[in-house]
């Protein structure tokens, strides 16, 4: 069974082992340290994930992933960006679009956002089919708008808006 919960200190270790997979940090933000150290994720899950919308992914009582929206500022305040890894064992099997799907009702029907964005770089099409399976659409690709080891990438700007909201 698939649930979302906050992270807690005994995710420390889990979070270690996951994050410091070449495969699974591949395509995230390089702002995630590597080597992700004990001191990494101790400041993430008593400072960095303390956001309302920003979950540890849970599967059989073990961490395994994180899924999160953090809301834009200012007049983007009705506007979220989400983000997501998973541990490489459990790909392919739906939970990502599971959880994802968990944390967008939540976000949906308890908080002011209209729109959630997710920027995907042009190489990782497992996660712009998830996006489309959830039901975003893409709205642009930016060129050139990544620059992560020693190269550009383009970067895909799929976005979903609340159900009855749309334009």
């Not at 729109?115 to 930016?142: H, P, T, W």
Request: hydrophobic share 40%; proline share 2%.
């Amino acid at each position: 069974m698939i649930t979302l919960r906050n992270f807690i200190e005994s995710d420390t270790e889990q979070l270690i082992a996951i994050l410091n997979d070449k495969d699974v940090t591949q395509y995230l933000s390089t702002k995630i340290p590597s080597p992700y150290t004990e001191e990494d994720a101790l400041w993430w899950i008593n400072e960095g994930s303390q956001g309302e919308l920003v979950k540890a992914i849970i599967f059989n009582n073990t961490l395994i992933g994180c899924v999160s929206v953090l809301a834009g500022e200012f007049e983007f305040n009705r506007s979220g960006e989400l983000g997501y890894w998973l541990a490489k064992e459990y790909w392919q099997q739906g939970i990502t679009t599971k959880a994802t799907s968990m944390l967008l009702d939540t976000v949906f029907t308890k908080t002011n956002i209209t729109r959630v964005f997710a920027y995907v770089c042009e190489d990782n099409l497992a996660s712009m089919k998830l996006l489309q399976k959830l039901g975003f659409e893409q709205d642009a690709i930016l060129k050139n708008a990544m620059f992560k080891h020693e190269q550009f990438f383009n970067a895909h700007l799929f976005s979903l808006l609340k159900p009855n909201n749309q334009n």
